[in-house]
Every structure is written in C-alpha cells, then in structure tokens.
C-alpha cells in the first residue's frame, strides 16, 4: 500500500521536533542560561474550555482565567488521551498513554512505584506539592508535601488525607483546597528551591454544589442553549442514541437540586435551603403541564447555572492565588499553568459528562503564563495533549526528558519558536458499560478531520471540523472521501504503533 503524504511528513517531522524541544533557549536564544521557574499547575475536574470567556464562552465570564491568557498563551488545541477523570491524571503525572501506565479506567490503582513527572523533579531539585483533588486511589508518591481529597471528596466540609493521618476542614472545598496551596505557599514552601505545586479542585464535577455566596447567582439570567441541545443523534455511530447521560431522561433528583447534600454544617444547610426551596417549589408546582421539551430546558438552566456557580468560585480562588504570587514576589520566574481533566458537555448534543472523542470532551482547556518568557496575548494552534504536560514541565526545570515518555514538550511553542509539529493526534477510551454507556473507541484527529473507531459494533465515524464543527453528521460511507478515509487509517495505524497500542 502506498504511504500517504501524511505519514512521510510526520515520520521526517517527529525526530526533529523532538530534538528541538530538548534544550530550550532563552528568549535571546541562548541554550541553558535562563533561570529555572517555579511551576504552578492549576488543574480543575470537568472543566469545559468553552465555559471560560478567553475562549469565547457566550455563558459565562472568567475574569482571573482570562487575565492568564492576557498575560501569558492560550492554546487552542489542547486536548485529552482518554476523556475520563482519574486516567487524565494519571497520563499527566507520567506523560505515557493510559495502556501504559496502567491507568485506564476510574475502576483502575495508579501504580506509585512508576516514573513520575513528580520523582523526576524532584531528582533535579525540584520541592514538589500536591493539593486537593487526586482520585487515583493509592497514595501520591514524588512529593514533598501532600493533602488530597478522598476520592472525589465532597464540596463542602472535606476531609483530606495527609501523610499524617486524615483532616477534616470546615467550608467549602474550592476555598479551602486554596486556603491549603496559599499556606503552603506562605509556610511551607523552601525559598531556596523551586517548586512544581499541582493545585487541584474538584470543581466542578456532577453534581455541581455551588459556594453559600453563589446559590442565587444567575438566577434573574436565563442561559443561551446550545444549538445541539436537542440532537436526534442521526448519522453517526449507534451507540450516541443509548448513552445514559442526557438532560432529557438522565438527570437525577441530586443532580436537580431536590435532595441537599449529607454533610453541611446548620449554617450552610439553612443558606442551601433558602436559596433551592423556592426555586423548587416553583417547579413542582408547574411540572404537571408542562412538556418533555420544556422540562428539559427547565433542566438544562438548573444545570448549567450549577455548573457556572462552581466555576465562578474557581475563578474567584485562581484569583487569589495570582495576587498572592504578585504581592510576595513570585510571579515574574513562577509559571502558572490551568488545565482541566477534558472538557464536558455543557447540554451539548443533549448532553452532560465527557469520555467520547467528540470536540466537546476531547478539548482541554490550556493557558500559561510566564513573564518576560512568554509573549501577552499569544494564541497557538499547534495540536498539544495532556501527554505533553510532564515532559513541559520537565523542559522548563532544563531536566532531561526520560525515552520513554511518550508526549513532547510544548515548552519552543510557549516561547514563539517555529517548530516542525506533530500533525494529528491519538485518542482512545476504554471504561464500558457503566457508568453512562459510552462505547470503547480510539480514533485520530488531525487539524481538520477526525476518525472514529467503535471496536464492538465495527463502526466508524468521519468528521470534517470545518463544514461540521458541531459533528452532526459522519461522511465516511461518502465515496468522495475514500482517500481520505484511506489516509486517515493509515495514519491512525501509524499512531498506535508509535504508542505501542498495538493490541
């Protein structure tokens, strides 16, 4: 079979890009001189890119998320391995696909004895801190100080778990996950040595339980729907028709807000049942006439104003990180980072959650800054990945970069080099049938198409991003496109050798 034009470039392209983003220059271009940062990764759950108003979100505004990529890079591009929350993870901590590190569904046990990007830094004189969400099931290892969230752990009142035994703390989560980063910040941290801190929120993960600040927020705003709010799930894989995740048949008593949490203090309780009693009361008493269409709305707006609420907290708490970093002298050499697990169905196609490859949970959010390193305002379009995270990270400690990581550092595109670049990118998802009933499937996606694979039923979906951004409608049974879907297989095939994903 001949060799697509793809194939040769990204085969002539790889070795060189690789070798390009080993020894990053400074910003006059001399090798090894620049000072090594402080890195400050901020990594929300479920987190969708277009609920941030840098990426033009049209629901909500995000003021501190928005002055990172003002004063740093948006990428545009960033996207996931495997749409799920605790693999994400763990390829971030690895940089290897999930087949690798062993991590590919939530039912999984991280494997702590394996290379970390953690131990790494550590090695090459790196503190390192691991704050809030972790939900890896076994205990970190590669760092200095840690204090994790059990399991999803709660947005109110959360107990962490610390080397020392578990911590119960009053409040809600996002502010004292903050409250814990900015002591150790303030205490903790060796002003003789850099440090990588993960700051992790469990925000906002289902089911979205707003701050007591934020319970009546947007309630005189009625949310724009997305246009797919109402998808018939028409030419594509059968599988979209029978996930359990829709807004429409779904969407549970706790997810709406009809039963309050277990654990909140009297205080908080009072202020819960202030703010929903009424808003419920108002529902109930409508609900009998209204219709299957009108009642999904009514659900989508509880939804997604839940969804913002706890977004809003996040965003108020990445602000009070920044100003910290400003006002003890940190900014200017301290890289800070903010990423989410993948993105999330925000009612998209009818939808809440993630793990398909659809652009909606397959994008990442992904903004840096770095003072006098990386250019105010930039915007890249290169295709990047969770995979690439660890060996970033590593670049900018000018630490060597392990063979066996499998992603590349993004560190040249941060600093405006003109680098040769990976053309498509490798996904796939594994966890079946619970929860939500989403297929295994792995596919490729390159700067305008993407190819699907369901293994079960042998199907396929292609996309062009371009004439359907919103992927309604697969064109691979076209015979137009019988090259194309030639050269995307190969490419693909390609891929999973690379990734040794061969099975």
């Not at 763990?90 to 290897?96: D, P, Q, S």
């Not at 292609?462 to 194309?484: I, K, T, W």
Request: net charge negative; glycine share 6%.
């Amino acid at each position: 079979m001949q060799t697509s034009p793809l194939v040769m470039l990204a085969s002539f392209l790889f070795p060189l890009a690789l070798a390009a983003c080993q020894v990053p220059p400074d910003a006059d271009g001399e090798a090894g001189v620049r000072p090594r940062p402080n890195i400050l990764f901020i990594f929300t759950d479920d987190h969708a890119s277009h609920a941030i108003s840098a990426y033009g979100s049209r629901i909500n505004t995000t003021p501190n998320l928005d002055r990172i990529a003002a004063e740093g890079m948006l990428f545009r591009n960033a996207f996931c391995t495997n749409s799920i929350c605790g693999p994400s993870r763990a390829v971030i901590l690895t940089g290897k696909h999930s087949h690798l590190n062993g991590f590919r569904t939530n039912g999984d046990k991280f494997d702590g004895s394996q290379q970390t990007v953690a131990k790494l830094l550590q090695q090459a004189g790196y503190q390192t801190a691991m704050i809030g969400k972790w939900h890896l099931k076994t205990e970190p290892t590669g760092f200095d100080f840690w204090r994790v969230l059990i399991g999803q752990g709660p947005y109110y009142n959360p107990i962490f778990k610390t080397p020392a035994g578990k911590e119960k703390i009053e409040g809600y989560t996002t502010d004292v996950i903050t409250d814990v980063a900015l002591e150790w910040l303030q205490k903790d941290r060796d002003p003789e040595r850099p440090f990588l801190m993960m700051y992790q929120h469990k925000a906002p993960h289902r089911n979205w339980q707003p701050a007591p600040r934020h319970l009546n927020l947007y309630d005189d705003v009625e949310i724009p729907e997305p246009d797919t709010l109402f998808d018939d799930y028409q030419g594509r894989t059968t599988f979209a028709a029978e996930t359990e995740m829709t807004l429409a048949d779904h969407f549970f008593p706790f997810d709406a807000k009809f039963e309050a949490p277990k654990n909140l203090t009297e205080s908080q309780r009072a202020a819960w049942d202030a703010a929903y009693d009424p808003k419920n009361e108002k529902f109930f008493a409508a609900r009998d006439s209204m219709s299957k269409d009108e009642i999904t709305r009514w659900r989508y707006q509880r939804y997604i104003k839940d969804y913002l609420r706890c977004i809003k907290a996040v965003d108020e708490n990445v602000g009070r990180v920044l100003e910290y970093l400003e006002e003890s002298g940190l900014a200017d050499n301290t890289v800070v980072i903010y990423s989410s697990d993948q993105g999330f169905y925000l009612g998209d196609h009818g939808w809440y959650d993630k793990r398909w490859m659809y652009e909606e949970s397959l994008r990442m959010p992904l903004i840096v800054r770095w003072p006098g390193q990386v250019e105010a305002g930039a915007v890249d379009e290169h295709l990047v990945q969770n995979l690439d995270y660890a060996e970033t990270f590593l670049d900018l400690a000018q630490a060597e970069i392990p063979d066996d990581m499998q992603g590349r550092s993004f560190l040249p595109l941060m600093l405006g080099q003109d680098v040769p670049w990976r053309p498509s990118i490798y996904y796939r998802y594994f966890e079946y049938p619970q929860p939500h009933r989403v297929p295994p499937h792995y596919g490729v996606r390159t700067q305008r198409h993407k190819l699907i694979y369901y293994p079960l039923r042998e199907e396929w979906e292609l996309f062009d991003l371009v004439q359907d951004p919103d992927e309604l409608r697969s064109v691979y049974s076209d015979p137009a496109n019988a090259d194309l879907v030639q050269e995307l297989k190969n490419e693909l095939n390609r891929l999973r050798e690379l990734y040794q994903d061969v099975d």
